[in-house]
């Protein structure tokens, strides 16, 4: 595709390194970030405005991969991230509201999950760890 403007529409700024930008995944009207200083930002593509910040434990270290929010395949308001958080979860991020609004875990469950990706066309959500782990959630 052909940029029409060589200069940005907007700026997020973050104030540690971004480990992803991503759009959401139904219009695409939003964009969610995440970054090492613990925050998750989504911005308005059309206004170019910050419309929440989000408090995310993403300080993983060298040792695992970054969080990464995921969205639900047609949706621009539900996303996925690993946590941090004890009792090791996956958490679901409302992102209209700017909050978490689900936590998946279970006691068997003890892997930081940086890395998850949503089924396509069913309610499904795969999640791996740096351990070599790999968890199905329905």
Known sequence: ????RTEPLAEVKHTQGVTQARFGQGSGAVVM????????KVLE????KVLHTMRHNNSTGRWLSAFQAVFVPGSDSVCS????EQHRGIDLLDV??????????????NG???????????ALL?????????????
Not at 126 to 138: C, D, I, M
């Open 81 to 84: 991230i690993g946590s941090m």
């Open 96 to 109: 209209a509201k700017g909050s978490r609004v689900a936590r998946l875990t279970s006691p068997a469950y």
């Open 33 to 40: 970030t995440t970054s090492y200083d613990d925050t998750c």
């Open 45 to 48: 593509v059309d206004s170019g």
């Open 112 to 122: 930081i999950t940086s890395v998850n990706a949503w089924h396509p066309t069913r």
């Open 126 to 138: 795969v999640g791996g760890n740096s351990s070599g782990k790999v968890y199905l959630w329905r």
């Open 1 to 4: 595709r052909k940029l029409k």
